[in-house]
């Protein structure tokens, strides 16, 4: 018997994704590697179904269910800073509010 997980999204994952430019095809690939192991990454502190995992240079944080049926994405954030001087910051800037603007229609 081969267990079924259900992978859902919050928006502010889907703004972070965004945000931070996850390409689709690498997001693709961390689902599927979420779905074939969903206790890839550590736990939380504190927090029994809060789960935190490091791949291709971000954080996925994310909520497991008990029964191991459902995973809920909430978060998405680099794993460093990047290191990029003022104006290469602004231009990254201008183009993730640019891709905003196209994911909400504007």
């Not at 689709?24 to 689902?31: C, I, W």
């Amino acid at each position: 018997m081969t267990l079924r997980i259900e992978i859902a999204e919050t928006e502010r994952f889907k703004l972070d994704c965004v945000m931070y430019g996850l390409d689709d095809a690498v997001k693709a690939r961390k689902l599927e590697q979420l779905r074939s192991d969903p206790v890839i990454g550590f736990q939380k502190n504190g927090q029994s179904r809060l789960w935190e995992w490091h791949s291709a240079g971000f954080v996925f944080s994310y909520v497991l269910t008990d029964d191991l049926s459902r995973l809920i994405l909430v978060e998405l954030r680099p794993a460093s800073a990047p290191e990029t001087g003022l104006s290469d910051r602004f231009w990254l800037w201008v183009d993730r509010i640019g891709k905003l603007k196209r994911l909400f229609g504007v």
